[in-house]
């Protein structure tokens, strides 16, 4: 008998052309060994600058999720909103415009990860 899809099945109401993994109880995020990395401030083409946040993770899955928010000595503003990273998508980008309330605050980056339909 053919194992290849063993742990997928067929959920239409997530795509009619894709596999959906079968996900145990355990199983409802992306485990990270390593924190994320922040660089330092990026100019970019356009002569605005930006900071990185990178989420180091080897495996691509498309439910995936990787929920990145900005910290400024250690706590969150509530104004710049978390940016959503899908798939195999690894970089969330903060432009240095959103600091006006930050100026002489360390910046950091957290993570939060999911697999779609386990989001609580």
Not at 18 to 38: A, C, G, N, V, Y
């Amino acid at each position: 008998a053919d194992k290849t899809n063993i742990n997928k099945t067929c959920d239409i109401s997530k795509s009619s052309t894709k596999w959906t993994t079968k996900r145990s109880e355990e199983d409802h995020f992306p485990i990270l060994d390593t924190p994320p990395t922040l660089t330092r401030p990026n100019d970019q083409i356009n002569g605005s600058k930006i900071f990185q946040c990178e989420v180091m993770y080897g495996h691509n899955d498309t439910e995936q999720v990787f929920e990145v928010v900005w910290t400024f000595n250690g706590q969150l503003d509530q104004s710049i909103p978390p940016q959503l990273l899908i798939d195999n998508e690894r970089v969330a980008t903060l432009v240095l415009t959103l600091l006006k309330n930050h100026v002489d605050q360390n910046i950091g980056c957290q993570v939060r990860s999911y697999y779609l339909g386990y989001e609580t």
